[in-house]
């Protein structure tokens, strides 16, 4: 199974109702593609890392989708925004590529976090390595 995230940040002088039905439009364009949104945030008003179009604030809005076929209407949703002048940024990123790399590089069950190979190990007492008390 596929998994993306789809985010974009909407003119914050778009009224809260206009950016619903906005994601929603986009939400049926993804489904009507063969793909299911599992999930959908809306962040709101926050502040942007830099000016866009002299706007320093931004809704943003995230939505988690997954395709079974591979197939998603994404390239088709990512068209529709582009023509969009609502939407100031947008970005699809594909993440089950890196949930897979995570997943590989899990450690081994029996490899505890001190236990590792080469890490320091605590002096013995008996070999005179700790500190010495001076009389």
Wanted: hydrophobic share 35%.
């Amino acid at each position: 199974m596929r998994t993306y995230e789809l985010m974009f940040v909407v003119d914050p002088r778009v009224s809260d109702e206009d950016v619903v039905t906005m994601t929603q439009e986009y939400k049926n364009m993804i489904t009507a593609g063969g793909a299911q949104v599992t999930a959908e945030e809306n962040w709101g008003r926050r502040k942007l890392a830099f000016p866009i179009d002299k706007l320093n604030e931004g809704k943003y809005v995230l939505l988690y989708v997954g395709s079974e076929t591979g197939k998603s209407a994404l390239p088709e949703v990512e068209h529709r925004m582009r023509q969009n002048d609502k939407i100031l940024r947008y970005l699809t990123v594909r993440t089950d590529e890196d949930l897979k790399r995570a997943a590989r590089r899990q450690p081994a069950a029996g490899a505890a976090p001190g236990n590792a190979p080469g890490g320091a190990a605590e002096p013995d007492a008996a070999d005179g390595a700790g500190p010495e008390e001076e009389v």
